[in-house]
């Protein structure tokens, strides 16, 4: 089993950066991918970045360049770190993990169906 437990959130002013991780504890051999997520109220849950056991990432378009998904060399710490950030990246954040079907070209997905490991979040205000 793996758990996760995020931190980093907070309150930031808008063009400020924020860097969030996540600590992974448990059998994390037993994942391929491990992904950020953010939901804001009464939105969808909306996929960020992922990262495969190589740490080969993948971003969604609307993230890429200002958001990048790091982990060390052991797994344990899966890092988000945001720039540019604006009151629209309100949300809170998740990480999750879990044994993904990758895409074509070998790629850990965005879709939170793929994803069964979860953590409890961490909320991100932007103003």
């Known amino acids: 089993q793996v758990q996760l437990v995020e931190s980093g959130g907070g309150s930031v002013q808008a063009g400020g950066s924020l860097r969030l991780s996540c600590a992974a504890s448990?059998?994390?051999?037993?994942?391929?991918?491990m992904a950020w997520f953010r939901q804001a109220p009464g939105k969808k849950r909306e996929g960020i970045a992922s990262i495969d056991s190589t740490s080969k990432p993948r971003y969604s378009s609307s993230f890429r360049g200002r958001f990048t998904i790091s982990q060390d060399n052991t797994r344990s710490t899966l890092t988000l770190q945001m720039n540019s950030l604006n009151p629209e990246d309100t949300a809170t954040y998740y990480c999750?993990?879990?044994?993904?079907?990758?895409?074509?070209?070998?790629?850990?997905?965005?879709?939170?169906?793929?994803?069964?490991?979860w953590g409890q979040g961490t909320q991100v205000t932007v103003s």
């Open positions: 999750a993990a879990g044994r993904v079907a990758l895409s074509l070209g070998g790629y850990c997905t965005t879709e939170s169906d793929d994803y069964n490991i």
């Open positions: 448990g059998d994390t051999d037993s994942t391929n991918c």
